[in-house]
């Protein structure tokens, strides 16, 4: 079985909205450090909205703010990632990864790091 399962993808138009699900194990969920990434073909992988924890407190970065939005529900071990006002160059496959060993800002780059397998968002005009 998969430790992190995203889901919710899908093809949508201009403007319209998605909510994506990342469902983790609860050997690697994390309320310190977990988050969405994503890859258009042919680019490098980006930060699309993640939380860590600095000094106690949670911090949370978004590639764009307005339009990207991330949530947990620790009760089903899932974080949840927002999408409003679609645009094309939002294309791209979104990967959800955690890290419950670690919970700086550098969290993503430590070694066992769980990534999930992704879930495609496609938007046309």
């Known amino acids: 079985a998969q430790d992190v399962v995203e889901s919710g993808g899908g093809s949508v138009h201009t403007g319209e909205s998605l909510r994506l699900s990342c469902v983790a194990s609860?050997?690697?969920?994390?309320?310190?450090?977990m988050g969405w990434f994503r890859q258009a073909p042919g680019k490098e992988r980006e930060r699309v909205a993640t939380?860590?924890?600095?000094?106690?407190?949670?911090v949370y970065s978004y590639l764009e703010k307005g339009r990207f939005s991330i949530s947990q529900d620790s009760s089903n071990n899932t974080l949840y990632l927002q999408i409003d006002s679609l645009k094309p160059e939002d294309t791209a496959m979104y990967y959800c990864?955690?890290?419950?060993?670690?919970?700086?800002?550098?969290?993503?780059?430590?070694?066992?790091?769980?990534w999930g397998q992704g879930t495609q968002v496609t938007v046309s005009p």
């Open positions: 939380l860590h924890t600095d000094r106690g407190s949670t």
């Open positions: 990864a955690t890290n419950p060993a670690y919970s700086d800002s550098t969290c993503f780059s430590r070694p066992n790091t769980y």
């Open positions: 609860r050997y690697a969920y994390s309320t310190y450090c």
